[in-house]
C-alpha cells in the first residue's frame, strides 16, 4: 500500500464542519462555468474530461482526469471552463451546521 498527498488545502480560519456533501457535476463540452465565488471550500478531482482552471490571481492551469483542485472560500474563481470535451467531476463541500453550497 502506498499513500501520496495530492493536495493540500488550506483554510484561513477553523471550520466547524458538521458534514461533507460530495456531488457529481457535468459541464458539457465548451461550456464556461463563469466568473464564481463559493460561500465555503470545495475541494474536488476531475473524473472525465479537461478544464481550464484559475483562482483569481494565480496562473491558469488545465486540469485532467485524475487532478485535484481546490476552489477557497470567498475567492473568486476565474475559470472553471470545460474544453472540447465533456466534464464529469467530483466535488466535495464541507459544510457547516445548517449550511448549503452555493454562489455568493
Known amino acids: 500500500m502506498t499513500r501520496e498527498v495530492l493536495l493540500e488545502g488550506r483554510l484561513p480560519i477553523a471550520l466547524a464542519t458538521e458534514r461533507v456533501e460530495v456531488r457529481r457535476i457535468h459541464i458539457l463540452a465548451g461550456h464556461p462555468a463563469g466568473r464564481h465565488v463559493h460561500n465555503g471550500p470545495v475541494f ?15 496562473a491558469e492551469v488545465i486540469l485532467r482526469p485524475g487532478d485535484v483542485f481546490f476552489e477557497p472560500a470567498g475567492v473568486p474563481i476565474a475559470h472553471f471552463d470545460a474544453l472540447d470535451e465533456n466534464v464529469t467531476f467530483l466535488g466535495y463541500f464541507p459544510l457547516t451546521a445548517g449550511q448549503e453550497p452555493g454562489l455568493l
Open 44 to 58: 474536488g478531482s476531475i473524473v472525465k474530461g479537461s478544464v481550464l482552471f484559475q483562482v483569481e490571481g494565480e
